[in-house]
């Protein structure tokens, strides 16, 4: 089955311990993005990947850290995490041609007490 | 990358077709209007595309005009189960930023 999966999907933790958020895509996609999504706010994209190597800021990036090393996998990594990165993350994937169609995971609920 | 306007929130009724109209008045020439539906705790699912005129498929149809400054997502004969949020985007095919917004709350009433 075509998915983007997510771990853990429930994570509670406190200030400054290091964290990684794990997201991986079975459809060969070549882009791969991370959003946030918090009451009031919507969806706001926090980094994405145009393809492996290559990653880029988007409008949130502030205390997070990606890496692509693999076509697959996408991992969101919080060196120190504070109470206001408490949110509702989701990974996302799309192959990239002539669509804008996006595959998101299921999410992964994050407290940082 | 252009920014789009929709409505906070909708209500309908069960049975009505349902017209969401997005704003998005400094669309590029090559960009596409995505649009995707949220559930709560979930995320979100495409559910149509289109450049220009009209789109349909099993779903819903999107409607864009010449000027392609608007475009409006119908829903035809929505359920209780087509309550949720509801994105419009805008981006070309070399789009890599994604601005979602804040949505348009449906609620379908029985």
């Known amino acids: 089955e075509a998915q983007v999966t997510q771990n853990p999907r429930y994570l509670i933790t406190v200030t400054g311990k290091k964290l990684t958020v794990t997201c991986s895509q079975n459809?060969?996609?070549?882009?791969m993005s991370w959003y946030r999504q918090d009451p009031g706010l919507g969806l706001r994209q926090i980094y994405y990947s145009m393809n492996v190597e290559v990653t880029d800021k988007g409008d949130v990036p502030e205390g997070y850290k990606v890496s692509r090393k693999e076509k697959r996998n996408f991992p969101l990594i919080l060196e120190s995490p504070s109470p206001n990165q408490t949110s509702l993350y989701f990974c996302a994937s799309s192959r990239r041609t002539d669509s804008n169609e996006q595959f998101f995971g299921p999410g992964t609920r994050l407290t940082v007490l | 990358l252009a920014k789009t306007t929709q409505p906070i929130s909708m209500d309908s009724y069960e049975g009505q077709e349902v017209n969401i109209t997005c704003s998005h008045n400094?669309?590029?020439?090559?960009?596409?209007i995505t649009w995707y539906q949220q559930f709560p705790s979930q995320g979100p699912r495409f559910i149509i595309q289109?450049?220009?005129t009209k789109v349909t498929n099993e779903v819903a149809s999107l409607f864009i005009p010449a000027d392609r400054k608007s475009s409006t997502l119908s829903l035809p004969r929505v359920s209780l189960s087509d309550t949720a949020v509801y994105y419009c985007l805008s981006g070309g095919p070399g789009t890599y930023k994604y601005i979602f917004g804040t949505g348009t709350r449906l609620k379908v009433l029985a």
């Open positions: 289109g450049y220009k």
């Open positions: 400094n669309i590029a020439t090559n960009d596409y």
């Open positions: 459809m060969n996609h070549e882009y």
